[in-house]
């Protein structure tokens, strides 16, 4: 079975200071992990996403993550924030199960950047 | 932008009635998934539809089904609307091809019930 874990449920930064988004995963299989991002009112968008390839991905706006198998985690950070980096963030696990690509999703994080 | 269309863009019913969601898949996309967001939750997956066939169900009771058409578009019934249906249905359209399905959600279908 898979699962997502997501430590904070908000984040709260200033404006240009680094971001860090916690994320651990359960998976019976060797998962493919990603990070959506969803803005007020908005459908979600792909930030990135990991599927066995390099351990460190990087996606749009400067986020990037790293895959740690030791640790079932995959963190999502960006170096300095920006006022429109406020939304919500949602770490997803998949994995292929009976012919489909079973997806779970985190319950989020609410990211707040202070100007 | 991701190509994934959603119709309509918001939607009123009252309890016991039924309700049609519909989904344009991206260009090129073979399949769609349907999910249900909650206000303050996480998307939970409904169903998923690859070559006009339901392949994959999460725990929502029948009175949820779907139809995928053939030229990959899709869409969600709920039948007998509760209270509790009142949410964002978000549709995500993929491509099946055997490895990493990515995928790209449309804008959402906001559903009020009433």
């Known amino acids: 079975a898979q699962s997502v874990t997501q430590l904070d449920s908000h984040v709260s930064v200033s404006e240009g200071t680094p971001v860090l988004l916690r994320c651990n995963y359960s998976?019976?299989?060797?998962?493919?992990l990603f990070w959506y991002v969803q803005h007020p009112n908005k459908g979600l968008q792909l930030l990135l996403k990991y599927t066995s390839a390099a351990t460190l991905v990087k996606g749009i706006n400067g986020f990037e993550a790293e895959f740690k198998k030791s640790e079932t985690s995959f963190h999502l950070t960006k170096p300095s924030a920006h006022m429109s980096d406020a939304a919500e963030y949602f770490c997803?696990?998949?994995?292929?199960?009976?012919?489909?690509?079973?997806?779970?999703f985190g319950t989020g994080t609410k990211l707040q950047v202070i100007p | 932008e991701t190509g994934v269309t959603q119709s309509p863009t918001h939607l009123i019913k009252t309890r016991g009635q039924q309700v049609t969601l519909r989904c344009s898949s991206q260009?090129?996309?073979?399949?769609v998934s349907w999910y249900q967001q909650a206000l303050g939750q996480g998307p939970q997956f409904i169903f998923q539809y690859y070559r006009e066939e339901e392949n994959g169900r999460g725990n929502f009771p029948p009175r949820f089904s779907g139809l995928q058409f053939p030229n990959y578009s899709s869409e969600l019934n709920v039948n007998a609307l509760e209270l509790d249906d009142s949410a964002l249905y978000l549709c995500?359209?993929?491509?099946?091809?055997?490895?990493?399905?990515?995928?790209?959600f449309g804008p959402g279908t906001r559903l009020t019930v009433l």
């Open positions: 995500a359209s993929s491509f099946n091809g055997g490895g990493t399905d990515t995928q790209y």
């Open positions: 998976s019976s299989y060797s998962p493919s």
């Open positions: 997803v696990v998949s994995e292929r199960s009976g012919g489909y690509q079973k997806v779970t």
């Open positions: 260009s090129g996309h073979n399949t």
